[in-house]
């Protein structure tokens, strides 16, 4: 059982950066993998970025490789999206999001339909 809010989200240059935070509430954040999706307007909402209960496996969107990183920091029961390199087919609504599962794997990672459990949203927005 956890609920989330992320914060962060703001317009920003192409070329720059920006960290994104999901903060969790409850006593059981490292029970559960978490993912950061997006959606821009008038699209689905995809996968972007994934992790492990115990942050030790991470897996990404081809779209982001290496210019995000997703991690967490159980102790604050926060997980982060640092994006560099912004470009603007960035800008989207990004949500965080929790899925139970008894270990880590890519495949059930990257599927929206896995997670029980979303944030708001928050707005990026990467001008050229």
């Known amino acids: 059982q956890v609920q989330l809010v992320e914060s962060g989200g703001r317009l920003v240059q192409a070329g720059g950066s920006l960290r994104l935070s999901c903060a969790a509430s409850g006593r059981t954040f490292s029970s559960y993998a978490m993912g950061w999706f997006r959606q821009a307007p008038g699209k689905e909402r995809v996968f972007v970025a994934a992790?492990?209960?115990?942050?030790?496996?991470?897996f990404y969107a081809d779209s982001v490789k290496d210019r995000f990183t997703i991690s967490r920091d159980n102790a604050k029961n926060t997980v982060y999206l640092q994006m560099n390199t912004l470009k603007p087919e960035d800008t989207a609504v990004y949500y965080c999001a929790a899925r139970s599962s008894p270990y880590y794997s890519d495949y059930a990672a990257a599927k929206k339909d896995n997670y029980s459990y979303w944030g708001q949203g928050t707005q990026v927005t990467v001008s050229s």
């Open positions: 992790i492990g209960r115990s942050g030790g496996n991470t």
